[in-house]
């Protein structure tokens, strides 16, 4: 563990091109050795310039990397013993797959024979053994990911990077590279760093999840924690659906909407103004304290999505296809709403700055 308490550390991370706000703004991070962690954010939040920072692609312009108590920030790129996976997988198109995977080796002086038998290695970790002569353009989508994993891998890095590798993959292939990313990662036990847009990603990949936003860290903790207590409304909305309320507390100290007390299970003082969080899946239709009408269901395929309105409010409620209590239901009807007093996330007015 390094003074700053991590095996990767980032103290007062900045890159400031000097042009509107900083890319990175004085950005804390401590990851343990061995760990995964998804760096989470919407484009511009700095999520990607971070990860080129450490791997000394982009220069900071303030703050210290360390790594394993060694101070990285200014060593150039080839003096660090780290992976990096590109989004575009940046293959050389005129090598065989075998020599895109020992490229790496090649240019740290390893000699031949250890090169061949590491290839082979890092290829039969990624399912591409026999594959040595092909080409690039030879190979799918998936199967050049792997390429650019075991190019990664090869060099026995002290730390991995990856930046938003499966993105130009179909749905059916990532969710299927996502999980031979986590159990490779897990068999070798290496600290890695992984940058996403997809919230879906990083929940079901990281031990804990980094959001950013606006080059600052909005929050860290497991994707549990990220999901079910959100720290700010930016992070509630970007990770997972959620409802929004706006609420006001009344002279009985509890939270109203639309002149009805409502469960969230905390009191404020009398008069704030609060914005009430919800998850589609903890709204209870048929009971509670509001009243609504149903305004429409949509159906997603493996769940339904009923739209209620009610006076001050308009939530949506999710109930599993399988689940036979939406049938029933039709636009028009009336219908009571609440929720769980703990499923309820209250933020400040001020605190919700769209």
């Not at 013993?81 to 740290?108: C, K, T, W």
């Not at 990603?201 to 903790?221: H, I």
């Amino acid at each position: 563990m390094t003074s700053e308490g991590g095996y990767l550390a980032l103290a007062a991370l900045s890159k400031d091109y000097g042009v509107g706000e900083p890319a990175v703004d004085r950005l804390d991070l401590a990851i343990d050795r061995g760990e995964f962690v998804a760096l989470l954010g919407p484009s511009g939040c700095g999520k990607t310039t971070t990860l080129r920072m450490i791997a000394g692609l982009v220069e900071p312009t303030g703050g210290r990397i360390l790594l394993g108590g060694e101070e990285l920030t200014a060593k150039p790129v080839h003096r660090r013993n780290i992976g990096m996976v590109f989004q575009s997988y940046a293959l050389f198109p005129h090598m065989s797959v075998a020599d895109n995977v020992a490229f790496g080796l090649e240019m740290r002086g390893i000699a031949s024979a250890d090169i061949r038998g590491r290839v082979a290695e890092a290829l039969a970790l990624v399912r591409l053994s026999g594959f040595e002569a092909r080409r690039p353009k030879q190979l799918s989508g998936g199967q050049q990911q792997r390429v650019a994993l075991a190019r990664a891998l090869v060099i026995r890095p002290d730390l991995l990077l990856l930046d938003e590798p499966l993105s130009n993959l179909d749905a059916k292939l990532r969710e299927e590279m996502r999980g031979e990313i986590r159990e490779i990662q897990r068999r070798l036990g290496i600290t890695t760093v992984f940058v996403t847009h997809d919230q879906t990603e990083a929940l079901a990949l990281a031990d804990r999840v980094a959001v950013m936003e606006k080059g600052r860290l909005a929050q860290l903790g497991t994707p549990e924690e990220v999901y079910e207590r959100p720290a700010t409304p930016f992070v509630a909305r970007f990770v997972g659906r959620i409802n929004s309320l706006a609420a006001a507390a009344g002279s009985d100290g509890r939270l109203h909407i639309g002149g009805r007390p409502i469960s969230v299970g905390e009191t404020r003082p009398v008069g704030a103004r609060v914005t009430v969080m919800v998850r589609p899946q903890h709204i209870a239709l048929g009971g509670g304290g509001l009243s609504g009408r149903v305004t429409g269901l949509t159906y997603v395929g493996d769940i339904v999505q009923i739209a209620v309105a009610g006076e001050g409010f308009t939530v949506i409620a999710e109930r599993g296809t399988a689940d036979p209590s939406w049938r029933g239901l039709v636009p028009g009807q009336d219908v009571g709403v609440g929720w769980p007093a703990s499923a309820a996330r209250v933020f400040a007015e001020s605190d919700d700055g769209r």
